[in-house]
Protein backbone atom coordinates (compact mmCIF):
# COMPACT_ATOMS: atom_id res chain seq x y z
CA UNK A 1 0.00 0.00 0.00
CA UNK A 2 2.67 2.35 1.13
CA UNK A 3 4.61 2.22 -2.52
CA UNK A 4 1.23 2.71 -4.23
CA UNK A 5 1.10 5.68 -2.42
CA UNK A 6 4.26 6.77 -3.48
CA UNK A 7 4.02 5.77 -7.29
CA UNK A 8 0.38 8.07 -7.22
CA UNK A 9 2.76 11.02 -5.06
CA UNK A 10 4.96 10.70 -8.26
CA UNK A 11 2.46 10.34 -10.69
CA UNK A 12 0.79 13.19 -9.59
CA UNK A 13 4.04 15.71 -8.82
CA UNK A 14 5.18 14.79 -12.87
CA UNK A 15 1.59 15.60 -14.09
CA UNK A 16 1.28 19.00 -12.01
CA UNK A 17 5.20 19.55 -13.47
CA UNK A 18 3.98 18.79 -16.63
CA UNK A 19 0.66 21.22 -16.51
CA UNK A 20 3.16 23.98 -15.30
CA UNK A 21 5.55 23.42 -18.03
CA UNK A 22 2.41 24.14 -20.83
CA UNK A 23 1.18 26.63 -18.87
CA UNK A 24 4.58 28.97 -18.80
CA UNK A 25 4.49 29.24 -22.05
CA UNK A 26 1.26 31.33 -21.71
CA UNK A 27 2.51 33.55 -18.80
CA UNK A 28 5.98 33.92 -20.73
CA UNK A 29 4.16 35.03 -23.48
CA UNK A 30 1.52 37.67 -21.32
CA UNK A 31 5.26 39.18 -20.21
CA UNK A 32 6.58 39.27 -23.76
CA UNK A 33 3.68 41.17 -24.62
CA UNK A 34 4.07 43.48 -22.49
CA UNK A 35 7.56 44.68 -22.53
CA UNK A 36 7.03 44.91 -26.27
CA UNK A 37 4.47 47.18 -26.07
CA UNK A 38 6.32 49.14 -23.90
CA UNK A 39 9.00 49.61 -26.86
CA UNK A 40 9.02 52.42 -29.70
CA UNK A 41 8.34 51.24 -32.84
CA UNK A 42 11.77 50.89 -34.32
CA UNK A 43 13.25 49.12 -31.38
CA UNK A 44 9.59 46.73 -31.50
CA UNK A 45 10.80 45.75 -34.89
CA UNK A 46 14.45 44.83 -33.79
CA UNK A 47 13.48 43.37 -31.11
CA UNK A 48 11.07 40.44 -32.77
CA UNK A 49 13.28 40.12 -35.72
CA UNK A 50 16.04 39.74 -33.10
CA UNK A 51 13.64 36.71 -31.14
CA UNK A 52 11.49 35.72 -33.95
CA UNK A 53 11.93 32.25 -33.77
CA UNK A 54 11.77 32.47 -29.58
CA UNK A 55 8.30 34.42 -29.52
CA UNK A 56 7.24 32.15 -32.32
CA UNK A 57 7.43 29.06 -30.25
CA UNK A 58 5.52 30.89 -27.34
CA UNK A 59 3.05 32.32 -29.11
CA UNK A 60 2.43 28.65 -30.63
CA UNK A 61 2.34 27.20 -27.14
CA UNK A 62 0.47 29.97 -25.41
CA UNK A 63 -3.13 29.39 -24.08
CA UNK A 64 -5.33 31.31 -26.63
CA UNK A 65 -8.97 33.00 -26.61
CA UNK A 66 -11.30 32.50 -29.49
CA UNK A 67 -12.96 35.58 -31.59
CA UNK A 68 -15.59 35.54 -28.97
CA UNK A 69 -13.38 36.52 -25.84
CA UNK A 70 -10.36 38.59 -27.65
CA UNK A 71 -12.66 40.46 -30.20
CA UNK A 72 -11.48 40.74 -33.65
CA UNK A 73 -12.79 40.42 -37.44
CA UNK A 74 -14.73 37.26 -39.23
CA UNK A 75 -13.97 37.57 -43.16
CA UNK A 76 -15.46 35.86 -45.71
CA UNK A 77 -13.07 36.20 -49.08
CA UNK A 78 -13.69 34.86 -52.30
CA UNK A 79 -11.63 34.33 -55.28
CA UNK A 80 -11.84 35.79 -58.70
CA UNK A 81 -12.27 32.53 -60.53
CA UNK A 82 -12.74 34.61 -63.64
CA UNK A 83 -9.82 36.18 -63.48
CA UNK A 84 -8.34 33.04 -63.17
CA UNK A 85 -9.79 31.85 -65.88
CA UNK A 86 -8.52 34.46 -67.87
CA UNK A 87 -4.77 33.82 -66.54
CA UNK A 88 -5.06 30.13 -67.37
CA UNK A 89 -5.64 31.15 -71.54
CA UNK A 90 -3.13 34.00 -71.42
CA UNK A 91 -1.98 35.27 -74.85
CA UNK A 92 -4.75 32.59 -76.62
CA UNK A 93 -7.73 34.78 -75.54
CA UNK A 94 -9.49 36.45 -78.36
CA UNK A 95 -12.90 38.45 -78.34
CA UNK A 96 -15.19 36.45 -78.34
CA UNK A 97 -13.78 34.35 -75.25
CA UNK A 98 -13.14 37.85 -72.81
CA UNK A 99 -16.85 38.89 -74.16
CA UNK A 100 -18.43 34.99 -72.77
CA UNK A 101 -16.12 35.15 -69.88
CA UNK A 102 -17.65 38.58 -68.78
CA UNK A 103 -20.93 37.77 -69.35
CA UNK A 104 -20.38 34.39 -67.24
CA UNK A 105 -18.97 36.15 -64.33
CA UNK A 106 -21.97 39.17 -64.14
CA UNK A 107 -24.48 36.21 -64.30
CA UNK A 108 -22.30 33.92 -61.54
CA UNK A 109 -22.82 37.10 -59.36
CA UNK A 110 -26.00 37.93 -59.58
CA UNK A 111 -27.49 34.29 -59.32
CA UNK A 112 -24.76 32.64 -57.08
CA UNK A 113 -23.90 29.83 -59.50
CA UNK A 114 -21.14 27.95 -60.04
CA UNK A 115 -18.56 30.83 -63.02
CA UNK A 116 -16.55 27.44 -64.44
CA UNK A 117 -19.96 25.84 -65.15
CA UNK A 118 -22.10 29.21 -66.81
CA UNK A 119 -18.84 29.93 -68.55
CA UNK A 120 -18.94 26.52 -70.30
CA UNK A 121 -22.33 26.73 -70.89
CA UNK A 122 -22.16 30.10 -72.07
CA UNK A 123 -19.48 28.88 -74.92
CA UNK A 124 -21.94 26.37 -75.59
CA UNK A 125 -24.78 28.27 -76.11
CA UNK A 126 -23.21 30.44 -78.29
CA UNK A 127 -21.29 27.96 -80.68
CA UNK A 128 -22.61 24.23 -79.49
CA UNK A 129 -19.54 23.41 -81.50
CA UNK A 130 -16.78 25.15 -80.06
CA UNK A 131 -13.85 23.35 -78.05
CA UNK A 132 -12.40 25.44 -75.39
CA UNK A 133 -9.56 23.26 -75.40
CA UNK A 134 -8.04 26.06 -77.93
CA UNK A 135 -7.63 28.48 -75.47
CA UNK A 136 -5.84 26.16 -72.77
CA UNK A 137 -3.68 23.16 -74.44
CA UNK A 138 -0.90 25.66 -75.06
CA UNK A 139 -0.34 26.52 -71.53
CA UNK A 140 -0.81 22.68 -69.64
CA UNK A 141 -0.11 19.32 -70.33
CA UNK A 142 -3.15 18.36 -68.64
CA UNK A 143 -5.13 19.13 -72.25
CA UNK A 144 -4.54 18.75 -75.74
CA UNK A 145 -6.10 20.66 -79.16
CA UNK A 146 -8.53 17.31 -79.27
CA UNK A 147 -9.89 17.59 -75.36
CA UNK A 148 -13.51 17.55 -74.89
CA UNK A 149 -15.49 20.31 -73.00
CA UNK A 150 -15.97 18.05 -70.57
CA UNK A 151 -12.20 17.67 -69.90
CA UNK A 152 -11.80 21.51 -69.82
CA UNK A 153 -14.28 21.88 -67.07
CA UNK A 154 -12.41 19.80 -65.09
CA UNK A 155 -9.18 21.36 -65.76
CA UNK A 156 -10.90 24.63 -64.85
CA UNK A 157 -12.09 22.84 -61.63
CA UNK A 158 -8.62 21.26 -60.64
CA UNK A 159 -7.17 24.78 -61.15
CA UNK A 160 -9.93 26.44 -59.23
CA UNK A 161 -8.99 24.03 -56.52
CA UNK A 162 -5.61 24.48 -56.21
CA UNK A 163 -6.07 28.03 -56.48
CA UNK A 164 -7.99 28.07 -53.02
CA UNK A 165 -5.48 25.72 -51.68
CA UNK A 166 -3.02 27.82 -52.16
CA UNK A 167 -4.85 30.61 -51.35
CA UNK A 168 -5.69 29.10 -48.08
CA UNK A 169 -1.72 28.51 -47.40
CA UNK A 170 -0.36 31.48 -48.24
CA UNK A 171 -3.33 33.17 -46.20
CA UNK A 172 -2.49 31.48 -43.37
CA UNK A 173 1.70 32.35 -43.50
CA UNK A 174 0.89 36.06 -43.96
CA UNK A 175 -1.59 35.78 -40.55
CA UNK A 176 1.13 33.92 -38.84
CA UNK A 177 3.57 36.69 -39.93
CA UNK A 178 1.38 39.24 -38.67
CA UNK A 179 1.30 37.72 -35.58
CA UNK A 180 -2.58 36.93 -34.71
CA UNK A 181 -2.55 34.13 -32.16
CA UNK A 182 -4.91 31.38 -33.32
CA UNK A 183 -6.47 32.58 -36.23
CA UNK A 184 -9.28 30.29 -38.09
CA UNK A 185 -8.27 29.90 -41.54
CA UNK A 186 -10.80 27.40 -43.04
CA UNK A 187 -12.02 26.94 -47.11
CA UNK A 188 -16.16 27.25 -47.80
CA UNK A 189 -17.66 25.57 -50.67
CA UNK A 190 -15.71 25.74 -54.11
CA UNK A 191 -13.92 29.29 -54.31
CA UNK A 192 -14.21 31.06 -50.57
CA UNK A 193 -11.91 30.82 -47.29
CA UNK A 194 -13.12 31.85 -43.81
CA UNK A 195 -11.01 33.57 -41.63
CA UNK A 196 -11.51 34.18 -37.74
CA UNK A 197 -8.95 36.94 -36.62
CA UNK A 198 -8.93 37.09 -32.73
CA UNK A 199 -7.99 40.11 -31.05
CA UNK A 200 -7.84 42.21 -34.60
CA UNK A 201 -9.52 45.42 -33.58
CA UNK A 202 -7.00 48.26 -34.20
CA UNK A 203 -5.56 47.01 -37.19
CA UNK A 204 -8.77 46.19 -39.82
CA UNK A 205 -7.31 47.97 -42.76
CA UNK A 206 -3.99 46.34 -42.48
CA UNK A 207 -5.80 42.93 -42.13
CA UNK A 208 -7.40 43.94 -45.57
CA UNK A 209 -5.13 44.65 -47.43
CA UNK A 210 -3.13 41.68 -45.92
CA UNK A 211 -6.19 39.31 -47.18
CA UNK A 212 -6.63 40.69 -50.75
CA UNK A 213 -3.02 41.57 -51.54
CA UNK A 214 -1.74 39.66 -54.77
CA UNK A 215 1.91 40.25 -54.04
CA UNK A 216 2.16 40.60 -57.56
CA UNK A 217 6.30 42.24 -57.69
CA UNK A 218 7.91 43.17 -60.40
CA UNK A 219 10.74 45.11 -61.98
CA UNK A 220 10.16 47.50 -65.11
CA UNK A 221 11.97 49.82 -66.60
CA UNK A 222 10.47 53.25 -67.04
CA UNK A 223 9.22 54.46 -70.19
CA UNK A 224 11.48 56.92 -72.54
CA UNK A 225 10.40 60.97 -71.35
CA UNK A 226 10.23 62.08 -75.37
CA UNK A 227 8.12 59.47 -75.93
CA UNK A 228 5.71 59.55 -73.11
CA UNK A 229 5.96 63.17 -73.96
CA UNK A 230 4.64 63.04 -76.99
CA UNK A 231 2.43 60.65 -76.34
CA UNK A 232 0.19 62.74 -73.92
CA UNK A 233 0.17 65.08 -76.49
CA UNK A 234 -1.65 63.00 -78.82
CA UNK A 235 -3.89 61.71 -75.86
CA UNK A 236 -4.72 65.47 -74.93
CA UNK A 237 -5.53 65.93 -78.85
CA UNK A 238 -7.68 63.44 -79.48
CA UNK A 239 -9.84 64.16 -76.03
CA UNK A 240 -9.90 67.98 -77.05
CA UNK A 241 -13.84 68.82 -78.17
CA UNK A 242 -14.55 72.07 -79.95
CA UNK A 243 -17.67 73.35 -80.07
CA UNK A 244 -19.27 75.98 -81.66
CA UNK A 245 -22.15 78.31 -79.99
CA UNK A 246 -24.03 81.67 -80.46
CA UNK A 247 -23.99 84.38 -78.08
CA UNK A 248 -27.21 86.79 -77.77
CA UNK A 249 -25.82 89.22 -80.58
CA UNK A 250 -25.49 86.53 -82.77
CA UNK A 251 -21.98 86.12 -83.13
CA UNK A 252 -20.18 83.10 -83.33
CA UNK A 253 -17.69 81.65 -80.60
CA UNK A 254 -15.86 78.37 -80.58
CA UNK A 255 -15.09 76.71 -77.02
CA UNK A 256 -12.36 74.58 -76.62
CA UNK A 257 -12.82 71.74 -74.15
CA UNK A 258 -10.19 69.28 -72.22
CA UNK A 259 -11.63 67.10 -69.54
CA UNK A 260 -8.11 65.37 -69.18
CA UNK A 261 -6.83 68.94 -68.63
CA UNK A 262 -9.50 69.84 -65.46
CA UNK A 263 -8.69 66.56 -63.82
CA UNK A 264 -4.69 65.84 -64.80
CA UNK A 265 -1.91 68.56 -64.18
CA UNK A 266 0.45 68.46 -66.98
CA UNK A 267 4.20 68.15 -66.14
CA UNK A 268 5.30 70.49 -68.50
CA UNK A 269 8.09 68.74 -70.40
CA UNK A 270 9.94 65.32 -70.89
CA UNK A 271 9.41 63.07 -68.20
CA UNK A 272 8.54 59.90 -66.82
CA UNK A 273 5.19 61.31 -65.26
CA UNK A 274 2.39 61.63 -67.34
CA UNK A 275 1.13 64.10 -65.30
CA UNK A 276 -0.20 64.16 -61.39
CA UNK A 277 -3.80 64.00 -59.92
CA UNK A 278 -5.67 64.08 -57.22
CA UNK A 279 -6.86 60.64 -55.49
CA UNK A 280 -10.57 61.24 -56.37
CA UNK A 281 -10.11 62.19 -59.94
CA UNK A 282 -8.38 58.66 -60.92
CA UNK A 283 -11.23 56.73 -61.45
CA UNK A 284 -12.46 59.73 -64.00
CA UNK A 285 -8.74 59.89 -65.56
CA UNK A 286 -8.70 55.20 -66.01
CA UNK A 287 -12.33 56.09 -68.26
CA UNK A 288 -10.79 58.69 -70.24
CA UNK A 289 -7.48 56.45 -70.65
CA UNK A 290 -9.52 53.31 -71.32
CA UNK A 291 -11.40 55.24 -74.44
CA UNK A 292 -10.71 53.27 -77.16
CA UNK A 293 -9.62 56.29 -79.81
CA UNK A 294 -7.21 57.00 -76.43
CA UNK A 295 -5.66 53.35 -76.61
CA UNK A 296 -4.84 53.21 -80.13
CA UNK A 297 -2.49 56.37 -79.99
CA UNK A 298 -0.52 54.76 -76.36
CA UNK A 299 2.31 52.81 -78.08
CA UNK A 300 1.96 49.24 -77.03
CA UNK A 301 5.20 49.22 -75.36
CA UNK A 302 4.09 51.60 -72.81
CA UNK A 303 1.62 51.34 -69.79
CA UNK A 304 0.53 53.86 -67.67
CA UNK A 305 0.01 53.39 -63.88
CA UNK A 306 -0.37 55.16 -61.07
CA UNK A 307 1.94 55.56 -57.98
CA UNK A 308 1.08 53.98 -54.64
CA UNK A 309 2.06 57.64 -52.34
CA UNK A 310 1.03 60.67 -52.90
CA UNK A 311 3.46 63.02 -53.31
CA UNK A 312 4.13 66.87 -52.31
CA UNK A 313 4.79 69.37 -55.70
CA UNK A 314 3.83 72.54 -54.33
CA UNK A 315 -0.04 72.33 -54.72
CA UNK A 316 -1.05 72.84 -51.19
CA UNK A 317 -3.12 69.01 -51.63
CA UNK A 318 -1.20 65.66 -52.23
CA UNK A 319 -1.43 63.81 -55.79
CA UNK A 320 -0.65 61.03 -57.05
CA UNK A 321 1.69 60.64 -59.90
CA UNK A 322 0.53 58.81 -63.55
CA UNK A 323 3.77 57.17 -64.42
CA UNK A 324 4.78 55.32 -68.00
CA UNK A 325 6.62 52.22 -67.33
CA UNK A 326 7.75 49.53 -69.80
CA UNK A 327 5.25 46.74 -70.66
CA UNK A 328 7.62 43.89 -70.48
CA UNK A 329 8.74 42.73 -66.93
CA UNK A 330 11.89 42.41 -66.47
CA UNK A 331 12.36 40.71 -63.00
CA UNK A 332 9.49 39.06 -61.22
CA UNK A 333 8.90 38.73 -56.63
CA UNK A 334 10.04 34.99 -57.45
CA UNK A 335 13.68 35.92 -57.50
CA UNK A 336 13.03 37.53 -53.76
CA UNK A 337 14.52 34.95 -51.02
CA UNK A 338 14.86 37.34 -47.94
CA UNK A 339 12.93 40.93 -47.58
CA UNK A 340 12.85 42.97 -43.97
CA UNK A 341 11.81 46.47 -42.36
CA UNK A 342 14.54 48.71 -42.34
CA UNK A 343 15.44 52.87 -42.36
CA UNK A 344 16.53 54.86 -45.27
CA UNK A 345 19.88 56.44 -43.63
CA UNK A 346 19.26 59.64 -44.64
CA UNK A 347 16.12 60.16 -44.27
CA UNK A 348 15.05 57.51 -41.02
CA UNK A 349 12.01 57.27 -43.33
CA UNK A 350 10.67 53.75 -43.11
CA UNK A 351 11.70 51.23 -46.20
CA UNK A 352 11.66 47.66 -47.21
CA UNK A 353 15.11 45.83 -47.81
CA UNK A 354 14.99 42.95 -50.43
CA UNK A 355 17.34 39.76 -51.83
CA UNK A 356 17.41 38.02 -54.13
CA UNK A 357 18.66 34.69 -55.84
CA UNK A 358 21.48 34.21 -57.91
CA UNK A 359 19.78 34.04 -60.72
CA UNK A 360 17.79 37.00 -59.99
CA UNK A 361 20.76 39.02 -58.78
CA UNK A 362 22.56 38.98 -62.35
CA UNK A 363 19.54 40.12 -64.16
CA UNK A 364 19.52 42.77 -61.46
CA UNK A 365 22.79 43.41 -62.11
CA UNK A 366 22.24 43.47 -65.88
CA UNK A 367 19.05 45.82 -65.49
CA UNK A 368 20.93 48.79 -63.30
CA UNK A 369 24.26 48.38 -65.56
CA UNK A 370 21.84 49.31 -68.72
CA UNK A 371 19.71 52.35 -66.77
CA UNK A 372 22.51 54.05 -65.02
CA UNK A 373 21.01 57.40 -64.81
CA UNK A 374 17.76 56.12 -65.19
CA UNK A 375 14.82 55.27 -63.01
CA UNK A 376 13.62 52.13 -62.49
CA UNK A 377 10.07 51.17 -61.12
CA UNK A 378 9.25 48.67 -58.42
CA UNK A 379 5.70 47.44 -58.50
CA UNK A 380 3.32 45.46 -56.65
CA UNK A 381 -0.11 44.89 -57.83
CA UNK A 382 -0.54 47.14 -60.43
CA UNK A 383 1.22 50.13 -58.22
CA UNK A 384 4.66 51.90 -58.25
CA UNK A 385 5.75 51.50 -55.19
CA UNK A 386 9.12 53.94 -55.87
CA UNK A 387 10.61 54.08 -58.87
CA UNK A 388 14.17 55.12 -58.08
CA UNK A 389 17.03 56.73 -60.80
CA UNK A 390 19.89 53.95 -60.65
CA UNK A 391 23.24 55.43 -59.74
CA UNK A 392 26.00 52.15 -60.25
CA UNK A 393 24.97 48.33 -60.88
CA UNK A 394 23.91 47.00 -58.44
CA UNK A 395 25.62 43.34 -58.40
CA UNK A 396 25.03 41.46 -55.31
CA UNK A 397 20.92 41.58 -55.15
CA UNK A 398 19.99 43.86 -53.48
CA UNK A 399 17.30 46.45 -53.60
CA UNK A 400 14.71 48.26 -51.68
CA UNK A 401 10.89 49.56 -51.70
CA UNK A 402 10.86 53.42 -50.53
CA UNK A 403 8.00 55.77 -50.27
CA UNK A 404 5.80 53.78 -47.67
CA UNK A 405 3.36 55.24 -45.53
CA UNK A 406 5.07 54.06 -42.47
CA UNK A 407 6.58 51.26 -40.23
CA UNK A 408 3.63 49.40 -40.17
CA UNK A 409 3.19 49.41 -43.92
CA UNK A 410 6.91 48.19 -44.20
CA UNK A 411 6.61 45.52 -42.08
CA UNK A 412 2.64 44.22 -43.77
CA UNK A 413 4.52 44.71 -47.65
CA UNK A 414 7.46 42.14 -45.73
CA UNK A 415 4.77 39.78 -44.98
CA UNK A 416 3.24 39.89 -47.97
CA UNK A 417 6.75 39.80 -50.11
CA UNK A 418 7.92 36.49 -47.77
CA UNK A 419 4.35 34.93 -47.88
CA UNK A 420 4.68 34.56 -51.94
CA UNK A 421 2.03 35.55 -54.25
CA UNK A 422 -1.75 34.63 -54.41
CA UNK A 423 -2.83 32.64 -57.32
CA UNK A 424 -5.45 35.47 -58.24
CA UNK A 425 -6.80 38.71 -56.37
CA UNK A 426 -9.11 37.56 -53.01
CA UNK A 427 -12.26 39.71 -52.84
CA UNK A 428 -13.90 40.25 -49.03
CA UNK A 429 -17.68 39.22 -49.31
CA UNK A 430 -18.36 39.44 -46.03
CA UNK A 431 -17.35 41.32 -42.42
CA UNK A 432 -17.65 40.75 -39.19
CA UNK A 433 -16.47 42.57 -35.97
CA UNK A 434 -16.53 41.29 -32.54
CA UNK A 435 -15.56 44.57 -30.54
CA UNK A 436 -13.22 43.97 -27.75
CA UNK A 437 -14.91 45.29 -25.14
CA UNK A 438 -17.48 42.81 -25.46
CA UNK A 439 -14.77 40.56 -25.54
CA UNK A 440 -13.52 41.51 -21.74
CA UNK A 441 -17.61 41.46 -20.68
CA UNK A 442 -17.74 37.63 -21.99
CA UNK A 443 -14.02 37.17 -19.93
CA UNK A 444 -15.33 38.74 -16.94
CA UNK A 445 -18.91 37.16 -16.89
CA UNK A 446 -16.88 33.96 -17.24
CA UNK A 447 -14.37 34.49 -14.61
CA UNK A 448 -17.29 35.52 -12.22
CA UNK A 449 -19.64 32.80 -13.13
CA UNK A 450 -16.74 30.12 -12.79
CA UNK A 451 -15.73 31.76 -9.88
CA UNK A 452 -19.49 32.22 -8.35
CA UNK A 453 -19.87 28.29 -8.93
CA UNK A 454 -16.37 27.33 -7.64
CA UNK A 455 -17.54 29.45 -4.17
CA UNK A 456 -20.86 27.28 -4.25
CA UNK A 457 -19.48 24.16 -4.74
CA UNK A 458 -16.82 24.48 -2.19
CA UNK A 459 -19.48 25.82 0.38
CA UNK A 460 -21.22 23.31 -0.33
CA UNK A 461 -18.75 20.28 -0.19
CA UNK A 462 -17.29 21.54 3.51
CA UNK A 463 -20.83 22.16 4.64
CA UNK A 464 -21.61 18.71 4.17
CA UNK A 465 -18.76 16.68 3.94
CA UNK A 466 -16.34 18.39 6.84
CA UNK A 467 -12.69 17.63 6.18
CA UNK A 468 -13.02 15.18 3.05
CA UNK A 469 -15.08 17.88 1.61
CA UNK A 470 -12.08 20.47 1.91
CA UNK A 471 -9.73 17.99 0.46
CA UNK A 472 -12.43 18.15 -2.72
CA UNK A 473 -12.03 21.33 -2.79
CA UNK A 474 -8.35 21.41 -2.70
CA UNK A 475 -8.84 19.05 -6.37
CA UNK A 476 -11.41 21.20 -7.63
CA UNK A 477 -8.71 23.90 -7.72
CA UNK A 478 -6.07 21.94 -9.08
CA UNK A 479 -8.74 20.54 -11.80
CA UNK A 480 -9.23 23.82 -13.21
CA UNK A 481 -5.19 24.36 -13.62
CA UNK A 482 -5.10 21.05 -15.09
CA UNK A 483 -8.03 21.55 -17.91
CA UNK A 484 -6.08 24.66 -18.68
CA UNK A 485 -2.59 22.95 -18.74
CA UNK A 486 -4.36 20.20 -21.22
CA UNK A 487 -5.54 22.99 -23.48
CA UNK A 488 -2.35 24.39 -23.61
CA UNK A 489 -0.68 21.79 -24.16
CA UNK A 490 -3.03 20.25 -27.34
CA UNK A 491 -2.96 24.07 -28.30
CA UNK A 492 -6.76 24.10 -28.23
CA UNK A 493 -8.43 27.71 -27.91
CA UNK A 494 -10.66 29.37 -25.18
CA UNK A 495 -14.03 30.27 -26.18
CA UNK A 496 -16.92 31.22 -24.79
CA UNK A 497 -18.36 27.99 -25.15
CA UNK A 498 -14.96 26.65 -23.67
CA UNK A 499 -15.07 28.62 -20.65
CA UNK A 500 -19.48 27.16 -20.18
CA UNK A 501 -17.87 23.71 -20.46
CA UNK A 502 -15.05 24.49 -17.09
CA UNK A 503 -18.31 25.99 -15.38
CA UNK A 504 -20.00 22.82 -16.13
CA UNK A 505 -17.07 20.70 -15.46
CA UNK A 506 -17.09 22.75 -11.82
CA UNK A 507 -19.91 20.38 -10.90
CA UNK A 508 -19.18 17.67 -12.49
CA UNK A 509 -15.61 17.82 -10.70
CA UNK A 510 -16.95 16.61 -7.65
CA UNK A 511 -19.73 14.34 -8.28
CA UNK A 512 -17.69 11.49 -8.60
CA UNK A 513 -16.45 12.83 -4.66
CA UNK A 514 -20.14 12.99 -3.90
CA UNK A 515 -20.66 9.19 -4.90
CA UNK A 516 -17.12 8.01 -3.12
CA UNK A 517 -18.02 10.07 0.36
CA UNK A 518 -21.53 8.86 0.49
CA UNK A 519 -20.41 5.57 -0.40
CA UNK A 520 -17.70 5.51 2.64
CA UNK A 521 -20.46 6.81 5.29
CA UNK A 522 -22.50 3.81 4.18
CA UNK A 523 -20.02 1.53 5.09
CA UNK A 524 -19.13 3.09 8.28
CA UNK A 525 -22.96 2.84 9.12
CA UNK A 526 -22.54 -0.12 8.52
CA UNK A 527 -19.88 -0.75 11.17
CA UNK A 528 -16.72 -0.86 9.11
CA UNK A 529 -13.33 0.53 10.35
CA UNK A 530 -12.20 3.99 8.56
CA UNK A 531 -9.48 2.26 6.84
CA UNK A 532 -12.06 -0.45 5.21
CA UNK A 533 -14.68 2.17 4.33
CA UNK A 534 -12.31 4.08 2.62
CA UNK A 535 -11.28 0.86 1.05
CA UNK A 536 -14.91 -0.12 0.16
CA UNK A 537 -15.82 3.25 -0.63
CA UNK A 538 -13.81 3.44 -3.43
CA UNK A 539 -13.85 0.53 -4.65
CA UNK A 540 -17.52 -0.15 -4.97
CA UNK A 541 -18.19 3.97 -6.80
CA UNK A 542 -15.73 3.08 -9.17
CA UNK A 543 -18.07 1.49 -11.73
CA UNK A 544 -20.73 4.41 -11.35
CA UNK A 545 -17.57 6.76 -11.78
CA UNK A 546 -16.28 5.27 -15.06
CA UNK A 547 -19.85 4.71 -16.42
CA UNK A 548 -20.44 7.98 -15.87
CA UNK A 549 -17.84 9.83 -17.03
CA UNK A 550 -17.15 7.66 -20.17
CA UNK A 551 -21.01 8.47 -21.57
CA UNK A 552 -20.26 11.70 -21.19
CA UNK A 553 -16.82 12.02 -22.46
CA UNK A 554 -17.93 10.05 -25.52
CA UNK A 555 -20.81 12.49 -26.25
CA UNK A 556 -17.67 15.39 -26.12
CA UNK A 557 -15.92 13.52 -28.52
CA UNK A 558 -19.18 13.07 -30.91
CA UNK A 559 -19.46 16.96 -30.40
CA UNK A 560 -15.81 17.63 -31.41
CA UNK A 561 -16.51 15.33 -34.56
CA UNK A 562 -19.30 16.68 -36.08
CA UNK A 563 -19.80 20.07 -34.48
CA UNK A 564 -18.10 23.36 -35.41
CA UNK A 565 -17.18 26.48 -34.25
CA UNK A 566 -18.48 26.83 -30.50
CA UNK A 567 -19.70 23.64 -30.44
CA UNK A 568 -16.53 22.24 -31.16
CA UNK A 569 -15.01 24.71 -28.78
CA UNK A 570 -17.46 23.46 -26.02
CA UNK A 571 -16.16 19.99 -27.10
CA UNK A 572 -12.92 20.36 -25.75
CA UNK A 573 -13.05 22.19 -22.79
CA UNK A 574 -15.31 19.45 -21.85
CA UNK A 575 -12.82 16.15 -22.93
CA UNK A 576 -10.67 18.14 -20.71
CA UNK A 577 -12.44 18.98 -17.93
CA UNK A 578 -13.33 14.91 -17.73
CA UNK A 579 -10.15 13.46 -17.90
CA UNK A 580 -8.64 16.13 -15.20
CA UNK A 581 -11.49 15.49 -12.55
CA UNK A 582 -11.52 11.84 -13.20
CA UNK A 583 -7.33 11.84 -12.18
CA UNK A 584 -8.59 14.76 -9.11
CA UNK A 585 -10.95 12.51 -7.47
CA UNK A 586 -9.49 8.99 -8.07
CA UNK A 587 -5.86 9.82 -7.48
CA UNK A 588 -5.38 13.00 -5.70
CA UNK A 589 -8.51 12.57 -3.28
CA UNK A 590 -7.63 9.20 -2.38
CA UNK A 591 -3.78 9.89 -1.43
CA UNK A 592 -4.69 12.73 0.75
CA UNK A 593 -7.60 10.78 2.28
CA UNK A 594 -5.52 7.33 2.88
CA UNK A 595 -2.44 9.64 4.01
CA UNK A 596 -5.27 11.92 7.00
CA UNK A 597 -6.93 8.27 7.65
CA UNK A 598 -3.86 6.28 8.41
CA UNK A 599 -1.73 9.72 9.71
CA UNK A 600 -4.67 11.21 11.98
CA UNK A 601 -7.58 8.75 11.36
CA UNK A 602 -9.35 11.35 14.14
CA UNK A 603 -8.80 14.42 11.85
CA UNK A 604 -10.54 12.67 8.94
CA UNK A 605 -14.32 13.24 8.85
CA UNK A 606 -16.92 12.61 5.72
CA UNK A 607 -19.95 14.62 7.51
Known amino acids: MKQTSSTKILFILGFLVLTGYYLQFSVRHWLEERHINSLSPEEQVEYRFANAERLTNLRTNALSFGLDLQGGMYVTLELATGQLIGELAREQRDDLFDEVLQAATQRSQETNIDIVAEFINEFERRDPGARLSRYFHMNTDELTRASTNDEVRTYLEAQRNRAVDRAVEIIRNRIDRFGVTEPSIVRSGANRVVVELPGVDDDQDRVRNLLRGTARLEFRTMANPNELRSTFERVVQILTETEVIEDEDGESQTITRNPLGNLLLDIGGPDVRFGYATAQDTA ?84 TAANIGRPVAIILDGMVYSYPTVRTQIADGRSSISGLGGLAEAEDLVNILLSGALPAPLEIIEERTVGATLGEASIRAGFNSALFGLMLVAIFMIMYYRTAGGIANIALILNIVFILGILSAFQATLTLPGIAGIVLTIGMAVDANVLIFDRIREEQRAGKSLIASIESGYANAMSAILDANI ?31 LFSAIVITRVVVDWLARGKGNAMSFG
Do not use: C
Not at 345 to 359: D, G, K, L, Q
Not at 553 to 580: N, R, Y
Open 551 to 581: TTFLTAVILFSFGMGPIKGFAVTLMAGIVAS
Open 284 to 367: AINALLAREAVQRVIPANIQLMWGARSENIGTGTPMLPLLGVRSQVELTGDVITDARPAFDPTTNAPEVSMSMNREGARTWSMI
